[in-house]
C-alpha cells in the first residue's frame, strides 16, 4: 500500500518503505503524538524516534527484534511519556540534544551536539540542532542514497509553519534561522517531513511560505 502518513490515535500503523530503510509511523497519546520505528533493512537493528506515550503500544510496534536505541527529539514531556517503560523493556541506548536532556527525566547515554551522525544498522542519521521551540531540540536527517531525503523534525517544523515559541520574538527568530539554515537550504523540495504531530509534509510544500512565517512571527 501506498504511504501516506496519516495516522490516528488507536489506529494502524503507516508503513514508508524505503530500499535500506523502513519507517513505521504510529500516533500515541492524549496530544496526537507520532513516533516512528526506524529499521535497518540489512540488519533489522532499530531505532525509535520519541517514546511519546502508549508504551504497550509502542513495545508492540517494536516486536521481538527490541530497538538499539531510542531518540528523543526535546524536552517536552509529550514526548518522553513512555520512555522509562520502552527502556525498561528493550535496554535501549538512550539519545538526546545536550541542551535538553537535562529536562528529560530518564538518563541520557548519548548527548547530541549539531552535525553528529547516528546509526541505525547501516543506515546514518545526520543530527542538527534547532533551537527555539527548546534549547536543544534536534531533527533527524536521513539523505537516502537511492532517493530523495527524509527528515524527522519532533516540533521544529510543521506543515504551515515552525514550531510554537509562545509568542517570543528572538526564539522564533533562533527556530526559523536555524530551521531555513540547517533543514531549508542544504535540503532539496523533494524531502520528506515527518513531524512530532500530525500529517506528514514535504520541503517543497512548504518552502513557498517562508515569507508568510517571518511575516506574522510564529
Not at 15 to 31: F, N, Q, R, S
Not at 178 to 195: G, N, Q, R, S
Request: hydrophobic share 35%; glycine share 12%; proline share 6%.
Amino acid at each position: 500500500m501506498t504511504y501516506s502518513g496519516q495516522v490516528t490515535v488507536g489506529g494502524a500503523a503507516d508503513v514508508h518503505e524505503l530500499k535500506d530503510l523502513m519507517i513505521t509511523k504510529i500516533a500515541v497519546g492524549p496530544m496526537d503524538n507520532n513516533a516512528y520505528l526506524l529499521r535497518c533493512r540489512a540488519t533489522d537493528e532499530q531505532l525509535l524516534i520519541d517514546a511519546a506515550n502508549d508504551a504497550e503500544t509502542l513495545i508492540g510496534m517494536i516486536g521481538d527484534d527490541g530497538i538499539a536505541s531510542v531518540v528523543t527529539t526535546h524536552q517536552h514531556g509529550d514526548h518522553w511519556q513512555a520512555l522509562a517503560r520502552v527502556v525498561e523493556a528493550t535496554g535501549a541506548r538512550t539519545y538526546a540534544g545536550r541542551e535538553d536532556a537535562s529536562g528529560i527525566p530518564v538518563p541520557t547515554d548519548v548527548l547530541v551536539d549539531d552535525g553528529d551522525t547516528l546509526h541505525v544498522g547501516r543506515v546514518e542519521l545526520t543530527a542538527r540542532h534547532l533551537a527555539g521551540h527548546t534549547p536543544g531540540s534536534i531533527a533527524l536527517v536521513y539523505d537516502d542514497p537511492h532517493g530523495h531525503p527524509h527528515v524527522f523534525t519532533g516540533d521544529c517544523l510543521f506543515p504551515g509553519g515552525v514550531g510554537n515559541t509562545r509568542k517570543d520574538p528572538e526564539a522564533f527568530a533562533r527556530l526559523i534561522s536555524d530551521v531555513e539554515t540547517k533543514i531549508f537550504a542544504p535540503l532539496p523540495d523533494e524531502t520528506w517531513v515527518y513531524p512530532g504531530h500530525g500529517n506528514d509534509t514535504t520541503l517543497g510544500a512548504e518552502r513557498p511560505h517562508l515569507p508568510e512565517w517571518h511575516a506574522r512571527g510564529w
